[in-house]
């Protein structure tokens, strides 16, 4: 069992730059095992894949909208993942949720076994 806890969020101006933080409660050799995710969902719209880091490799995709101006990450040593967010713009305003997966090759499409409960952004125009 892994539970996840999102923090980090809340107003944003325009450029930014809030930083996303997922706590995981579970035992760091344990966690490095997950490739670790973040969602959004905004008003009126179905959650979204924002970006992925997957176990093993570290490698990671992101969403075309937020490429070049977020990055995801993690440290296993304390289990924690992160959402680096810069450059924001009023369009990235939602609820943004930490997510975790077993699978290597996991990517927007895949099963995440985990959620945490969601932090909001709000970026002002």
Wanted: glycine content about 10%.
């Amino acid at each position: 069992q892994v539970q996840l806890v999102e923090s980090g969020g809340g107003l944003g101006q325009p450029g930014g730059p809030p930083r996303l933080s997922c706590a995981a409660s579970t035992p760091g050799r344990i966690f490095r095992t997950y490739s670790m995710a973040w969602f959004r969902q905004a008003p009126g719209k179905e959650r979204a894949f924002v970006a992925v880091i997957r176990r093993g490799d570290d490698s990671t995709s992101l969403a075309d909208s937020v490429k070049g101006r977020f990055t995801i990450s993690r440290d296993n040593a304390n289990n924690m993942a992160y959402l680096q967010m810069n450059n924001l713009k009023p369009e990235d305003t939602a609820v943004y949720y930490c997510a975790a997966s077993p699978r290597l090759d996991a990517d927007r499409g895949s099963t995440y076994d985990y959620w945490g409960q969601g932090t909001q952004v709000t970026v002002s125009s």
